[in-house]
């Protein structure tokens, strides 16, 4: 209900500010119809069968070195990253990251022991999201708090995992000292 009202009070409230913002609600059988057809695609023309669900990696070679110090090497890093990566530059109230956790998670329903350890492992460090304002960031963590527990899995508190929805302009470009 706490969901719903703000994305009800959203649409009424100052719609001139809303407009300004960029903030438009996708309707959730537009978001589910985009979710499936996304899946499709990796499955057909990426040839990665689980899609969305994917577990591969890949390694990254990532260098850290500020510009003016590219000359040495000392800030490269490798890692092995999920091949497939989830953004939504626009989180809002996270609609698309709970509706893409929806659909994975429907290819659990017989394993749900396997469930916990996917989503600390395979989900929560590929879900990335970039919204610009405060309240929706807000409500998208909350919405995706309550669409895991939803789905069964149990938030360990003291786990360091946390969702990857930053409070950040998409549209504005990276600071030169962030590389």
Do not use: C
Not at 103 to 130: A, T
Not at 147 to 167: C, E, M, P, Q, V
């Amino acid at each position: 209900p706490v969901i719903h009202f703000y994305e009800t009070f959203l649409a009424a409230y100052n719609p001139a500010l809303r407009k300004a913002r960029g903030v438009w609600y996708t309707p959730e059988p537009v978001v589910d119809f985009i979710v499936r057809a996304v899946d499709d695609v990796l499955k057909k023309d990426f040839d990665l069968k689980d899609g969305l669900t994917d577990e591969s990696k890949i390694q990254l070679t990532i260098d850290h070195t500020p510009n003016e110090q590219k000359k040495s090497n000392k800030a490269i890093q490798t890692k092995d990253v999920h091949r497939v990566q989830i953004l939504d530059p626009a989180t809002g109230t996270g609609t698309f990251l709970t509706h893409i956790v929806k659909h994975i998670h429907k290819q659990f329903k017989n394993d749900q022991g396997g469930w916990q350890s996917y989503v600390n492992d395979h989900l929560i460090p590929r879900l990335n999201g970039f919204e610009l304002l405060m309240a929706s960031y807000a409500m998208a963590h909350l919405k995706l708090d309550m669409t895991l527990a939803d789905t069964g899995y149990s938030t360990d508190r003291s786990s360091k995992i946390r969702f990857n929805i930053y409070l950040t302009n998409s549209l504005e470009e990276h600071h030169t000292d962030a590389g």
